[in-house]
């Protein structure tokens, strides 16, 4: 008999002891329920937030869907826009920041703002309308996409509405919140804003006080790839001259 079996013997019952330990611990934890933290909508529009706050232009294409009883058949539209953010001095006339709006289809039609004035060029109409930048402080793209709105100081955070709830196929692509603004506003009732894994928005839906529903589609987005740093390339972008003989209305 080897001298040392006992021992090897020994040894292999220890062994077989701390597998079965082993064992039935992994198997423990395979059954024990998996916990995750549940992102609440507030948390959604927070991470958003810091997301947009680090920005400082923004470009993509989008495509507008709007539908309701007022404005009859469902209508479409596409193109492209443009924000920049852009701290105004102190006591300077207009508002914070930069946008612009090309519509390419159904008809050409140019929304451009340079912080001071807003135009709205419509070339079917052979008209544009200009109005001072502040009538655009509410509107939640031009206010959240040059900085100067706050999701969690300007709106009341919520679960999505039934109609707004993603389906299954876009489980895990989007989270979606609603917002209601604080103040109230006389164009919008409430927004549904679709929320990607990487804190960008993908789409929103803006609801009116007249049930009427337009969904904007964002894609291509490019971050921070403009030259803010060049004020005429800034100036070319966000001023436009129409051609002539349109026909030019101050509001």
Same mark, same amino acid.
């Given at each position: 008999?080897?001298?040392?079996?006992?021992?090897?013997?020994?040894?292999?019952?220890?062994?077989?002891?701390?597998?079965?330990?082993?064992?039935?611990?992994?198997?423990?934890?395979?059954?024990?329920?998996?916990?995750?933290?549940?992102?609440?909508?507030?948390?959604?529009?927070?991470?958003?937030?810091?997301?947009?706050?680090?920005?400082?232009?923004?470009?993509?294409?989008?495509?507008?869907?709007?539908?309701?009883?007022?404005?009859?058949?469902?209508?479409?539209?596409?193109?492209?826009?443009?924000?920049?953010?852009?701290?105004?001095?102190?006591?300077?006339?207009?508002?914070?920041?930069? +946008? &612009?709006? @090309?519509? /390419?289809?159904?008809?050409?039609?140019?929304?451009?703002?340079?912080?001071? #004035? =807003? %135009?709205?060029?419509?070339?079917?109409?052979?008209?544009?309308?200009?109005?001072?930048?502040?009538? +655009? &402080?509410? @509107?939640? /793209?031009?206010?959240?996409?040059?900085?100067?709105?706050?999701?969690?100081? #300007? =709106? %009341?955070?919520?679960?999505?509405?039934?109609?707004?709830?993603?389906?299954?196929?876009?489980?895990?692509?989007?989270?979606?919140?609603?917002?209601?603004?604080?103040?109230?506003?006389?164009?919008?009732?409430?927004?549904?804003?679709?929320?990607?894994?990487?804190?960008?928005?993908?789409?929103?839906?803006?609801?009116?006080?007249?049930?009427?529903?337009?969904?904007?589609?964002?894609?291509?987005?490019?971050?921070?790839?403009?030259?803010?740093?060049?004020?005429?390339?800034?100036?070319?972008?966000?001023?436009?001259?129409?051609?002539?003989?349109?026909?030019?209305?101050?509001?």
């Amino acid at each position: 008999m080897n001298p040392m079996q006992p021992f090897l013997n020994q040894i292999s019952a220890v062994t077989r002891t701390l597998l079965l330990l082993l064992f039935s611990t992994s198997v423990i934890c395979l059954l024990l329920p998996v916990t995750s933290h549940a992102e609440s909508p507030e948390d959604i529009a927070r991470r958003l937030q810091q997301t947009y706050d680090q920005i400082k232009s923004l470009a993509f294409d989008f495509n507008q869907n709007t539908e309701g009883e007022l404005s009859g058949r469902a209508q479409q539209a596409s193109g492209s826009a443009w924000f920049v953010k852009d701290k105004k001095p102190v006591g300077a006339p207009g508002i914070s920041g930069k +946008m &612009r709006w @090309d519509y /390419t289809s159904p008809e050409k039609q140019i929304l451009v703002s340079d912080g001071i #004035d =807003f %135009s709205m060029y419509f070339a079917k109409l052979e008209q544009m309308i200009v109005s001072p930048a502040e009538t +655009m &402080r509410n @509107d939640i /793209t031009y206010s959240f996409f040059t900085g100067s709105g706050n999701l969690l100081k #300007d =709106f %009341s955070i919520a679960a999505p509405s039934p109609d707004f709830t993603p389906g299954k196929e876009d489980t895990g692509k989007y989270k979606v919140i609603k917002l209601t603004p604080k103040e109230k506003q006389s164009q919008v009732s409430e927004i549904h804003l679709w929320v990607t894994p990487d804190s960008m928005i993908q789409r929103i839906d803006i609801l009116d006080h007249f049930d009427t529903r337009t969904s904007l589609t964002l894609s291509n987005m490019k971050v921070n790839t403009l030259n803010t740093d060049d004020p005429k390339a800034m100036e070319t972008l966000f001023t436009f001259t129409p051609p002539e003989g349109t026909e030019i209305i101050y509001q």
